[in-house]
């Protein structure tokens, strides 16, 4: 019975791996079509930061993979939606230390991001990490942009008047 049971489930099992990259795949054109319509620029920088992390988990299925060429393009094109997010949420004028909507959930994608990416390059030839820390390093710069607009630097205290 124990044996049927973990046959009958290894069996569904072996399956899921197609289903769920088929399901990314949905996902990812269901989420860019989402996007391109989306006018708000806090939710336009939210579906774009999640469309960033679908190409983050290609790339890092693809170096697990041994491709590298092909993690390196899937890693330029996280760049690329990253830098994306960031526009929308830079180019919608909002004050970010008043109305923090947006900002904060890109702050803490980018950390997760920047954790993945060193776990990332630690698994791979030290040959091929260029991609991965040119990107680890722009998401640095990108977070550390998206800190200075939620905790813009205070004005110095006036002088105090004799």
Same mark, same amino acid.
């Given at each position: 019975?124990?044996?049927?049971?973990?046959?009958?489930?290894?069996?569904?099992?072996?399956?899921?791996?197609?289903?769920?990259?088929?399901?990314?795949?949905?996902?990812?054109?269901?989420?860019?079509?989402?996007?391109?319509?989306?006018?708000?620029?806090?939710?336009?920088?939210?579906?774009?930061?999640?469309?960033?992390?679908?190409?983050?988990?290609?790339?890092?299925?693809?170096?697990?993979?041994?491709?590298?060429?092909?993690?390196?393009?899937?890693?330029?094109?996280?760049?690329?939606?990253?830098?994306?997010?960031?526009?929308?949420?830079?180019?919608?004028?909002?004050?970010?230390?008043?109305?923090?909507?947006?900002? &904060? =959930?890109?702050?803490? %994608?980018?950390? /997760?991001?920047?954790?993945? +990416?060193?776990? *990332?390059? !630690?698994?791979?030839?030290?040959?091929?990490?260029?991609?991965?820390?040119?990107?680890? &390093? =722009?998401?640095?710069? %990108?977070?550390? /942009?998206?800190?200075?607009? +939620?905790?813009? *630097?205070? !004005?110095?205290?006036?002088?105090?008047?004799?």
């Amino acid at each position: 019975m124990i044996g049927r049971t973990l046959l009958i489930l290894g069996f569904l099992l072996s399956g899921v791996p197609v289903f769920l990259a088929a399901a990314s795949s949905d996902t990812e054109r269901h989420l860019q079509a989402h996007v391109e319509k989306e006018t708000d620029p806090v939710k336009k920088s939210k579906g774009t930061t999640r469309l960033a992390r679908i190409k983050l988990q290609q790339a890092i299925q693809a170096y697990e993979q041994g491709n590298t060429d092909q993690g390196a393009q899937l890693v330029d094109a996280y760049l690329g939606r990253i830098k994306d997010a960031w526009q929308n949420l830079r180019s919608s004028g909002r004050n970010a230390a008043r109305d923090p909507r947006g900002f &904060k =959930e890109l702050d803490i %994608e980018l950390r /997760e991001d920047a954790r993945l +990416l060193e776990d *990332v390059k !630690r698994r791979i030839s030290y040959f091929d990490r260029g991609p991965v820390e040119k990107a680890e &390093k =722009e998401v640095e710069q %990108e977070r550390a /942009e998206v800190l200075q607009a +939620l905790f813009p *630097v205070a !004005r110095p205290p006036q002088a105090a008047k004799p």
